[in-house]
């Protein structure tokens, strides 16, 4: 089993870097002849429609009922994706009735607001202020839910997702086994002691002011296994390096 941690900021490239290393594995075990990714980042595989085969999208972050049952034997005895951030999300969606695409969906489905607005979101975190530049009638957005929410259950313990998903890989033994959401430098190290490695991308196309989204800004980027400045490089030649990375990981 091998682990590999993708860290960096949002928009930086973590989507994007999954599908292609998704794309390579499902290759390298003939479960497809080939594979795309978009200039904007998306998974595009030989699908059959009405009118013959041709290249569709395949989305891998779905978890509906009819994908997972098909992943369980034709993409996950090979490759699977984790996600530190995946219980939290499905208790708020549970608990909030909020729409799970403003929490699993785009970056620009994450940024759209939910039924909720500050004046009642701070109640739930125990704050009497909003945060700056947000009046008590503006709409918290999904991404501000999980950053806010997860803040207080991490303020108790600060393992408390990595530690649930690293027993999750653990225990199911995925050849390859993909975590695409490390931002904080507990969950790089949970990786790191449990064998993985994990790649930092630099792209910065953001102002978001929370810690979550900053705490590598500083970091001694030494302490990663690799990294890869795709500042000012295009998705395909992001991948190029990622691939040669992953090629010397023995990943693919």
């Not at 290249?55 to 009922?65: A, L």
């Not at 979101?121 to 501000?144: A, E, M, N, W, Y």
């Not at 190290?189 to 500083?218: M, P, S």
């Not at 030494?222 to 998705?235: C, P």
Request: one cysteine or more; glycine letters at 6%; proline letters at 3%.
């Amino acid at each position: 089993m091998k682990i590999i941690g993708i860290a960096a900021s949002k928009n930086a490239g973590k989507t994007s870097s999954l599908n292609y290393i998704y794309g390579q594995v499902l290759t390298k075990n003939d479960v497809i002849d080939k594979f795309d990714i978009t200039d904007d980042g998306k998974l595009m595989v030989p699908a059959s429609f009405a009118d013959g085969v041709r290249m569709g999208e395949y989305d891998i972050s779905r978890r509906d009922p009819a994908f997972v049952n098909y992943a369980q034997s034709g993409l996950w005895p090979y490759v699977k994706d984790y996600n530190f951030g995946t219980y939290i999300k499905e208790t708020i969606i549970t608990l909030y009735n909020i729409e799970p695409n403003l929490l699993w969906g785009s970056q620009a489905e994450r940024d759209l607001e939910t039924q909720y607005t500050w004046e009642a979101f701070i109640k739930l975190l125990g704050k009497t202020k909003c945060p700056k530049g947000v009046k008590p009638s503006d709409k918290v957005t999904g991404r501000q839910f999980i950053q806010h929410f997860s803040d207080i259950l991490r303020s108790i313990d600060d393992y408390c997702f990595t530690r649930v998903i690293m027993s999750q890989i653990e225990y199911e033994q995925v050849p390859v086994s993909i975590v695409g959401d490390v931002r904080r430098v507990s969950e790089l190290k949970a990786i790191q002691k449990a064998g993985g490695k994990v790649v930092y991308l630099t792209r910065r196309t953001h102002n978001d002011e929370h810690n979550v989204e900053n705490e590598f800004t500083n970091y001694d980027l030494s302490n990663f296994d690799a990294v890869i400045d795709n500042q000012d490089m295009t998705i395909h030649e992001k991948n190029g390096h990622l691939h040669r990375i992953c090629s010397e990981w023995e990943l693919f």
